[in-house]
């Protein structure tokens, strides 16, 4: 949690700010799986980074942001996406980010929903791959199940302010982290990925395999569900 946390307010976007938020995503973060030692990232790594959330600041920051329902801009000034922060910091922790597929110890799959407000979030599947889903979540996860078979891990990353169905694809992945709506602070995500921050975060609700779960007992993951690596 953050505590003790005492801060004079005096521009918006102040690197004291970033701080504080960059440190809320990183305790935020939820891991949900991690089989075969796929987190933290160790040094020397290869990450292969794919899907559509992995430099989507629209769909990091989630409605309210800059207008109503999502930001009218794709590209929003002074964010930091997944893939940017990668790009940017992972030499300083001893990984690479890898372009050709051959080269890689692990596919990072960043996948998620839309950005929404309101009513605009209702959808009847809550499925990643559903009415909400971003625009090229099956492709990348099509390639992802492809390179899996081929020997590669895969550490799937989920962009979206609530827990989506993922069961059919749960068998898929050897670790699925929820990242929920880090908003400008990609950076976040890197650095618990690579073991500079450890996962501390746990579910606030229940994770259903489908919708018929809910309102019932049955559940994939309990409220205070999370793992540490």
């Known amino acids: 949690m953050l505590k003790n946390m005492k801060t004079v307010q005096t521009e918006t976007g102040s690197q004291e700010y970033r701080e504080v938020a960059e440190r809320a995503v990183e305790e935020s973060l939820v ?3 991690n089989e075969n030692k796929a ?3 160790k040094k020397g790594t290869k990450v292969y980074i794919i899907g559509p959330a992995a430099n989507s600041e629209r769909a990091q920051c989630g409605g309210w942001t800059l207008d109503w329902n999502q930001s009218p801009d794709e590209n929003i000034e002074g964010v930091t996406s997944i893939e940017e922060a990668f790009d940017e910091f992972a030499a300083d922790y001893g990984v690479e980010v890898v372009y050709d597929s051959k080269d890689a110890d692990v596919v990072l799959l960043a996948v998620g929903e839309q950005a929404y407000a ?3 979030g209702d959808t009847e599947d809550m499925e990643l791959c559903g009415a909400l ?3 090229g979540n099956q492709d990348a996860i099509d390639e ?4 899996q078979k081929k020997g590669k891990k895969v550490v799937a990353c989920i962009i979206a302010g609530r827990q989506v169905i993922i069961e ?3 068998k ?3 670790g699925i982290v929820m990242c929920y709506l880090p908003g400008s602070e990609g950076k ?3 650095d618990v990925l690579c073991g500079q921050s450890k996962f501390t975060g746990k579910l606030p609700s229940p994770w259903y395999s489908s919708v018929d779960q809910i309102g019932t007992d049955k559940c994939r993951w309990k409220i205070g569900y999370g793992l540490t690596a």
């Open 39 to 41: 987190l933290p990232l």
């Open 118 to 120: 309101e009513w605009n």
């Open 31 to 33: 891991l949900l799986k």
């Open 168 to 170: 059919p694809y749960e």
């Open 144 to 147: 992802a199940k492809a390179l």
């Open 133 to 135: 889903g971003l625009d």
């Open 188 to 190: 976040g995500i890197v």
């Open 172 to 174: 898929q992945w050897d």
